[in-house]
């Protein structure tokens, strides 16, 4: 039976977690509340499969990730949270998750998604596919998905300008480039500033420097 770790520190969603599971073959092994709690139980119970809540007391669940990949033979992660942002998506994706689950899916979807993802899938929430798959598609000729702003501050990054030196090249202060910045990752689907002029330069969004 496969053998199924969570880290969860809601008390509801943990419970429905251990109802599911409870009259199906997958067996709970063991239950972390917190990231640290998380990280014991990978070493000592050696789950195939990691049920991870983003929100923990002590820190981002995605750090959990890498920790489980780290481990041969590395369990299976899928994502049980109430984030359905793209930055929170694409991050757990990028750092390795297999499956991305609402928790207001999980009555549904919980015991499917887990058969799916130890049969080779990628279990996600219908709207949650919906937004992976619409990451993909090219704007229209001539679109941009920036601001003609938010374009000048894309192209300073490229040019290894830091905010400071962005806020005056622009008159803003340095606290709006930073929201400026924040609204491009999330247009871009990226979590850093590498990432977003690297994707810049894919789309013809900014020219090379």
Do not use: W
């Amino acid at each position: 039976m496969p053998r199924v770790l969570l880290v969860e520190d809601d008390a509801h969603a943990a419970r429905a977690v251990r109802e599911q599971l409870g009259s199906n073959d997958f067996v709970l092994v063991a239950e972390a509340s917190t990231l640290g709690a998380g990280r014991d139980a990978l070493a000592a119970d050696r789950p195939d499969v990691v049920l991870l809540d983003l929100g923990l007391p002590d820190g981002s669940g995605l750090e959990l990730i890498p920790a489980a990949r780290a481990l041969d033979p590395a369990p299976l992660v899928i994502v049980l949270t109430i984030f359905a942002d793209d930055v929170h998506i694409f991050e757990a994706l990028r750092a390795g998750a297999v499956g991305y689950l609402l928790k207001s899916d999980l009555a549904p979807l919980l015991v499917p998604a887990l058969a799916d993802a130890i049969a080779g899938g990628s279990p996600m929430s219908p709207g949650i596919a919906r937004r992976v798959l619409s990451s993909f598609a090219a704007p229209p000729v001539g679109e941009t998905p920036l601001t003609r702003r938010e374009g000048e501050v894309t192209d300073l990054l490229a040019r290894g300008c830091t905010y400071d030196e962005i806020g005056r090249a622009l008159g803003v202060t340095t606290n709006t480039v930073r929201s400026f910045i924040r609204s491009i990752y999330e247009k871009l689907h990226v979590a850093g500033k590498a990432e977003a002029v690297s994707e810049a330069l894919r789309r013809g969004l900014i020219r090379a420097p």
